[in-house]
């Protein structure tokens, strides 16, 4: 079982940046090597809905239309962690955030049912 923890999030002001980090544990490397890593939000009273997504080579990352020139995705396969980098926030991006690994999928990318963990999540909290 691939254990994922977020760490990073906070309470900043609109304008401010923040960054996100998902650690993988409890799978060897090479498990996380081969997975696609996924970002996800939800907001109070609001489905939970798509951020960003890196392949598991780090060569390929989509964006939510919503966070795109603003959010930048990573992947640090030496050590087991995903990033998250997050720019001009604004209170909008308020949310838990959650990271997700597709292991070994053949799908790119990946659909939500077909992450196969989760993290627990971390809070962002932007206010203006």
């Known amino acids: 079982q691939m254990q994922l923890a977020e760490s990073g999030g906070g309470m900043v002001q609109s304008g401010d940046s923040l960054r996100l980090s998902c650690e993988a544990s409890?799978?060897?490397?090479?498990?996380?090597?081969?997975?696609?890593m996924g970002w996800f939000r939800q907001a109070p009273g609001k489905e939970r809905e798509f951020v960003a997504v890196?392949?598991?080579?780090?060569?390929?990352?989509l964006y939510a239309d919503s966070v795109k020139g603003r959010f930048a995705v990573s992947k640090d396969n030496d050590k087991s962690t995903t990033y998250l980098e997050m720019n001009s926030l604004s209170p909008e991006d308020t949310a838990v955030y959650y990271c997700?690994?597709?292991?070994?999928?053949?799908?790119?990318?990946?659909?939500?049912?077909?992450?196969?963990?989760w993290g627990q999540g971390t809070q962002v909290t932007v206010s203006s």
């Open positions: 409890g799978y060897s490397k090479s498990y996380f090597s081969g997975s696609a």
């Open positions: 997700a690994a597709d292991v070994f999928g053949d799908t790119w990318p990946p659909l939500s049912s077909e992450y196969d963990f």
């Open positions: 890196i392949s598991y080579t780090g060569g390929s990352a």
